[in-house]
Structures are given as C-alpha cells and as structure tokens.
C-alpha cells in the first residue's frame, strides 16, 4: 500500500502530556519528538538561570558556579530519558555539559558546566535537549 504525504498545521497526541510517537509501517515505534528544551544564561555576560528560550521547561535553579538544575513543566514519564547539552563559549577554551548522577528525575534534571580541568565554569550561554 503506497502512502502520500500528510500536510498539516497541528500533530496533537490524544494524551494529556505525551509527545506524539512516530511509527513505521509495521506499528513499531520509531521516534518521538523533543520532551523539553532550554537556553539560558550560565553567568559571565549573561545572567546565571536566565532562561532566553523554552519549551516545557519552568525554571532554571542556580546550584552553584556552572550548577544548574532545569525543571520541567510537565513531567516526563519517568526518569529514562537521554539529554544533550551544549554551551557557547571561546575557541581556545572547551566547555562540558553533564548530569549530575542521582540527581535526574521526572520534574527536573540537574547539570553542571566544567572547563577542561573537570572544574565547574560559568559559560554565557548553555543550551540542553530532553528525548524520551
């Protein structure tokens, strides 16, 4: 059976809170979209937990210098889910974004910014990405 294109405006899941879910021919899941997104300030030139753009996510807390915990909106289902993170920064200095261990739940993740040393740094910019 051959299948056109589907041009819309909206995808709306039938569940309160669920990522419409892709699936391939046969009905096995093979993607969702992006659960939550955000860019904020790290410190140095843009103020620390300031959030510049959003999705799904209600507040950044400041932990500590390059500590920040995100907060979702709406939860996820669980606390299985991956994460990416990116910040901007200089071209002779490297940044890191990672999680803390223990501290990713389904209302928030917690994450810290290190320089090449492994120690925590403010970056103008940090940017992370939930999947799940």
Do not use: E, H
Not at 39 to 62: D, K
Not at 76 to 86: C, E, K, R, S, V
Not at 96 to 106: H, N, P, V, W
């Amino acid at each position: 059976m051959a299948y056109g294109n589907l041009l819309t405006d909206v995808v709306q899941s039938s569940t309160t809170g669920t990522a419409p879910v892709f699936k391939d021919g046969n009905g096995t899941q093979i993607g969702t979209l992006c659960r939550a997104w955000v860019q904020f300030g790290a410190g140095v030139t843009v103020t620390a937990g300031a959030i510049q753009g959003q999705f799904n996510v209600s507040s950044v807390t400041v932990n500590g210098t390059g500590d920040f915990t995100v907060n979702f909106t709406n939860a996820m289902p669980d606390a299985n889910y991956a994460f990416t993170g990116t910040s901007s920064d200089t071209p002779t200095v490297n940044a890191i974004i990672t999680a803390y261990y223990g501290y990713i739940s389904a209302s928030s993740i917690r994450v810290i910014c290190m320089n090449y040393v492994a120690s925590p740094s403010s970056r103008p910019l940090v940017g992370i990405a939930i999947f799940r």
